[in-house]
């Protein structure tokens, strides 16, 4: 994980095309089973995958979803709409997750390639921030999918969408919104150096002193957070609550410190010629919602602390990256 300031946007695409990567990968070797070839093709990089969860009508609610997903002999018919799918107009292979029956063990994931017959985009439409990354709507009018593409077994799908959310989304988006709010630090220190009001630097003056001071301690602690939880999730250990956290951190943090920055910039933030600011605070917004919005978090963490939380999916999906070779230095 090593967000970069200076490319914040295009993590983004990458980070997005991540957590709909791995859980798809996933299946390689965990119980949920599936011999789509695509898989070999997302992991050499030839093939764009997707996570399509969300519907306009059922956002944070997965369990709201309409989308159905009926047996058909061995294959599945798939009809519904998926909204807000990050790279829905680039991507080779959609992860779709639909209803297979009634409650949470009633969704089921499949994999659909992009150019079968009955997957329709509907036109892009611009969004106010990160415009190096697409996100739009997918609709699925009586696609037929072999049983073959099932993602699993019948019943898996909560499980796809939420360990793609939960093990991936988050920490790879409070990675882009680290990135972001290291971005907005940088422009507002440079902006503050070089500007001069009542004789002396920007920087200077008490109160602008002391919110570069809270932009500082608010990148600080975003940055302890999400490197803590990534570091327990590459190490296998159980950290639900700490990606959850690190997401929450990051995204509130790195809009708190736009708006600050912004006030700093006052005037001079507001124009794109001027100041790369207004940009970064509308990509920090970007963050608020995928994967959970800050309301869902602390909800999750609430559970958490009260101790009504299912078993950690960290925990069971533990895949340690193996651990390097140790280097020698010196003779
Ligand atoms: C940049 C971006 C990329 C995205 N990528 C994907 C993707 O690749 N695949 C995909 O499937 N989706 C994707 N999404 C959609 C994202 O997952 C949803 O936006 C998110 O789940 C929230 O749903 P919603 O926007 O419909 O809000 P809603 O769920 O409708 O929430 C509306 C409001 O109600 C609050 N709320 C909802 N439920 C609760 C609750 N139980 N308790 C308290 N408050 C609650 C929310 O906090 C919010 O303020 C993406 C979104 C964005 C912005």
Known sequence: MTPSSATAMSTAVVNASQSSTR?????????????????????????????????????????????????DGDDYLITGTKTFVGNSHIGDLHGVVARTGPGSRGLSAFLIEADRPGVHLTPHQPAMGLHGFSFGEIVFDNCRVPAANRLGADGDGLDVAYSSSILYGRPNLAAVALGLHQAILDTTIAYTASQHRYGDPLAHLPVVTQRLGAIQSRLMTARLAVYHAAHLLDTGQPCDAELINAKLINAEYAIDSARTAMEIHAAHGLHPQQSSLERYLRDALHIFAPAGTSDIQLLRLAEHALGTTAPPWSARFKTPVPRRAAVSVGR
């Not at 965990?30 to 996570?51: D, K, W, Y």
């Not at 306009?56 to 369990?63: Q, T």
């Open 23 to 71: 859980p798809v990968r996933r299946t390689c070797y965990e119980p949920l089973a599936s011999t789509h070839p695509g898989r070999q093709g997302i992991a050499a990089g030839a093939c764009l995958p997707t996570i399509a969860v969300t519907e306009p009508g059922s956002g944070s609610h997965v369990l709201g979803m309409t989308t159905t997903a009926v047996r």
